[in-house]
């Protein structure tokens, strides 16, 4: 289910995605979170500029932004070091990603996995636009 709207966005925007990049992360405030690993669930939806023709754009890496970069990006903020927060480290990632200004908008959704027994995971999702003047 998507929390948010889609993007009303002029011009249209294509949208790309890393869905379910799971992680070992050193992430948490509680003290039986400290010195250990948990698995965290990455998703990274990211909209660039789309045409509004119906024509073929050139086949072509530099009319978009690559999905290993952003791949390579969450692994190098991730494996940082510690961070308390799941909302931190969505953050990094959104102003990771919106430094290639080519991207308009996006939205990162972190999930701390294995946390409670009874629950798939618990997490946060964020959507982020830059600020350009």
Not at 1 to 28: H, Q, S, T, Y
Not at 44 to 69: F, K, N, P, Q, W
Not at 113 to 121: K, R, T, W
């Amino acid at each position: 289910m998507a929390v948010f709207a889609p993007w009303a966005e002029e011009p249209p925007l294509r949208c790309l995605f890393l869905k379910n990049m799971v992680l070992d992360a050193n992430i948490g405030v509680f003290p039986h979170e400290q010195g250990v690993t948990q698995r965290i669930r990455v998703s990274v939806h990211y909209g660039v500029e789309d045409r509004t023709d119906l024509e073929i754009g050139a086949d072509d890496l530099s009319r978009t932004v690559s999905y290993e970069h952003v791949v390579v990006l969450v692994r190098k903020i991730v494996h940082e070091g510690h961070v308390r927060l799941v909302e931190t480290l969505a953050e990094r990632i959104a102003a990771g990603v919106l430094a290639d200004a080519r991207v308009r908008v996006v939205r990162v959704r972190i999930e701390k996995l294995d946390v409670f027994e009874e629950i798939e995971a618990v997490g946060v999702e964020i959507e982020r636009r830059p600020v350009r003047t």
